[in-house]
């Protein structure tokens, strides 16, 4: 997609002087050129032109509230006085992937007061020797070179999010583990009233076994004294029998 069109379809039926960030990564260039960006973005703070087969930035309209410039794997070699004199507030520049060989060709940035990043991975210029002491050297506005102060130390940008996101994983990992806590705490609960609920049921079961058993011991009690009530004569039956063994007496 050519630079132009892209540009149109970025607007989204807003007026440039309404967007602040405008990304036009991997569209056409015409001849090497940029297209359809004019002064008229006057609120633009963030401009990204990643791979869009630039050969040079002299078209760049003036955008005064420009922080961030995206530059990097075009065809760029020479020409960024025109960064110092268009984009005076200009804090970050990405270079990277550029044909850049020597330092001169850096010098007009030292016109820009505010810049604080400069990023140039994979210009041939990063091959020449102590070209991290000399760019600083070149620029001491600079605070960060490729990512990384003088002193080696990465940028406290980047520390910052990875820090943001190692304590939004442990808080998740801690919030997951309270959860698990109190998983264990309610199962263990539930477990114990399980527990007193068979024990309550043993109770009860006991007591009416020990009713249960008394009233069988009556029960055959009771049936044991009839039996034998019935196996023994009564008094009717021995007089009955007495005046019988009193003839046998007298016969013989």
Known sequence: MEMKKRVSLELRHRSPAEVQELVLDNCRSSEGKIEGITEEFSNLELLSLINVGLTSVADLPKLSKLRKLELSDNRISGGLEVLAERLVNLTHLNLSGNKFKDISTLEPLKKLPQ??????????????????????????????LDG????????????????????????????ESEDFEDEEDEDEEDVVAEDDDEDDEDSVDDEDGEVNGDVD?????????EDDDESSPTKGEKRKRDPEDEDDDEDD
């Open 115 to 144: 810049l604080k990043s400069l990023d140039l991975f994979n210009c041939e210029v990063t091959n020449l020797a102590d070209y991290r002491g000399s760019i600083f050297k070149l620029l001491p506005q600079l605070t960060y």
């Open 148 to 175: 990384y102060d003088i002193d080696d130390c990465e940028d406290s940008d980047s520390d910052g999010e990875g820090d943001g996101v190692e304590d939004e994983d442990e808080d998740g990992e801690e919030g």
């Open 217 to 225: 011991s009556e029960e055959e009690e009771e049936e044991d004294e």
